[in-house]
């Protein structure tokens, strides 16, 4: 029996395996970074969506828990800083906002107009406790500003992409 023959015969290792894959490829994406204040722009939420819905919504979010797991512990996974303090920072909201992202986006599902629907909605749920813990540092306006309206076409990008990807991908 191969490595990989092995790997596919344990569905729990093969789950934590791809989930393992998953947040390395979710750091990466955290190190694409355009550096704002309070809160950088990245490609995490590209991944955050495609994660979920190419994934699923049960290994999505299980692999966005692992990522963060992997920050709080210090490991330099976050785009500004690591360690429990990251987490406790302007961004954490933002953070912890892509384990629902990746919950909703594995609901995507078939046909162009629910998977367009559902991506969109997965990714402005990073938005809400985002912005709202945003808002504790900085007000709730400047947070509205800063952490979502400035984010809007990045947003319509980084949804459009995670859409086209996943068509093209389940095409093949």
Do not use: N
Request: zero cysteines; hydrophobic letters at 60%.
């Amino acid at each position: 029996m191969t490595a990989i023959q092995h790997l596919a015969a344990r569905p729990a290792l093969r789950f934590w395996g791809m989930a393992l894959l998953g947040s390395a490829a979710l750091a990466a994406s955290a190190q694409v970074t355009l550096p704002m204040w309070p809160v950088p722009a990245t490609l995490q939420t590209l991944v955050v969506l495609l994660l979920g819905a190419l994934g699923g919504s049960r290994l999505g979010a299980a692999t966005v828990a692992l990522y963060l797991a992997e920050g709080a512990m210090g490991l330099p996974v976050f785009a500004g800083g690591a360690g429990p303090a990251a987490l406790m920072g302007p961004t954490a909201g933002f953070l912890l906002g892509f384990i629902p992202s990746a919950l909703i986006a594995g609901f995507a599902g078939r046909g162009a107009l629910r998977q367009g629907t559902v991506l969109t909605a997965a990714h402005l749920a990073v938005f809400v406790p985002g912005v709202l813990w945003l808002s504790t540092f900085v007000g709730f306006e400047k947070a509205w500003m800063a952490g979502f309206l400035l984010f809007v076409p990045g947003t319509l990008v980084k949804t459009a992409l995670a859409f086209a990807t996943m068509r093209a991908l389940r095409r093949g």
